[in-house]
């Protein structure tokens, strides 16, 4: 019944910002970590940032700034802004998280994945 929802992608010119958002349907009994991932074309899904539940973002090596990562703890929302993008950052965008679920009266550990928002930067 938990459901990850993103949306914010689009068509966008290189150097511009876009602002990716998820929101946290159904009922999670806890969100522990969310964290955003892409998959460029013919590549490998990777881990952009992670929101961890203590409050630390960890983001990989080629955001290098541009990329940053905001969370509603109340909420369960996460967000992930890209400033100046470049075509090198077109792909498919993952929506992420960790998080335990009841399950006819059993508590389980449950990871959830959105469908994906495409990005294309176009220069």
């Known amino acids: 019944q938990v459901r990850l929802v993103e949306s914010g992608g689009g068509l966008v010119q290189s150097g511009r910002s876009l602002r990716l958002s998820c929101v946290t349907t159904?009922?999670?009994?806890?969100?522990?970590?969310m964290a955003w991932y892409r998959q460029r074309p013919g590549g490998e899904r990777g881990e952009v940032a992670r929101?961890?539940?203590?409050?630390?973002?960890k983001y990989a090596d080629f955001t290098k700034g541009r990329f940053t990562i905001s969370r509603d703890y109340t909420k369960n929302t996460v967000s992930l802004q890209i400033d100046g993008l470049r075509p090198e950052d077109t792909a498919v965008y993952y929506c992420?998280?960790?998080?335990?679920?009841?399950?006819?009266?059993?508590?389980?550990?449950?990871?959830?994945w959105g469908q994906g928002t495409q990005v294309t930067v176009f220069s």
């Open positions: 992420f998280a960790e998080g335990d679920e009841y399950v006819l009266g059993d508590l389980e550990e449950h990871e959830y």
């Open positions: 159904g009922n999670p009994w806890r969100i522990n970590d």
């Open positions: 929101s961890i539940i203590d409050g630390r973002m």
